[in-house]
């Protein structure tokens, strides 16, 4: 996930203590009231004395955050895309299973990502939809196609009854992976990772 804290927050002359999230395009503070702010509709991010200031159309949400003011600033201002979070660089080769997001696509051609739609050996990075329990046993058909150091990315529909965030952990450790990351893939889905154990891994060279 992004950046999570509590803090004090002043916005319309309102004032009180709640929890702050950055996610990859979003501010949201929640406390007695609730504010989200589009980071692209963020038009001035300011410091001072340890108070973050972000200016909007709506108005100014300031943040008493102390010394950790810097960060949440340099985070807001130049945020990480989703391609980043996910750790897919230029030249890695990524199969996509039924991740039905045109806009995902064009990120990972625009990073310079090998991609196919089509599972394919030696994978370095695998997506692959999870929108019931019976997703959940794709992790093991999928592993002999993953390269030795690779990962396979759960893009998992929010709300899951049967599939749930436990369940999919599960069900990679039954077919010998390890979790190892979760982050917000878009208003319906999070993506999880999973890897091999390093004791399970080909040696490199």
Request: aromatic share 4%; proline share 3%; net charge positive.
């Amino acid at each position: 996930m992004g950046l999570d804290t509590r803090c004090s927050a002043t916005f319309d002359k309102q004032t009180a203590v709640g929890r702050l999230q950055l996610e990859t395009d979003y501010v949201l503070f929640r406390g007695d009231f609730r504010v989200k702010l589009a980071l692209a509709a963020i038009t001035g991010i300011s410091c001072r004395a340890g108070v973050l200031s972000l200016r909007a159309p709506d108005g100014t949400l300031e943040l008493a955050l102390g010394p950790a003011a810097d960060k949440w600033a340099a985070k807001i201002g130049s945020p990480k895309s989703r391609v980043e979070k996910l750790g897919i660089k230029a030249g890695a080769r990524v199969s996509i299973l039924g991740v039905d997001d045109p806009g995902f696509l064009e990120e990972l051609q625009g990073a310079g990502a090998d991609v196919s739609a089509r599972i394919r050996k030696a994978s370095d990075q695998i997506c692959v939809s999870i929108e019931s329990a019976k997703d959940l046993s794709r992790f093991s058909t999928l592993l002999p196609s993953l390269a030795s150091n690779g990962a396979i990315w759960a893009i998992r529909r929010k709300g899951l009854a049967d599939a749930s965030e436990a369940a999919t952990m599960a069900a990679g450790k039954a077919a010998g992976l390890v979790d190892v990351k979760v982050v917000r893939f878009s208003e319906t889905h999070t993506a999880e990772k999973f890897v091999r154990p390093v004791a399970t891994r080909a040696p490199i060279g």
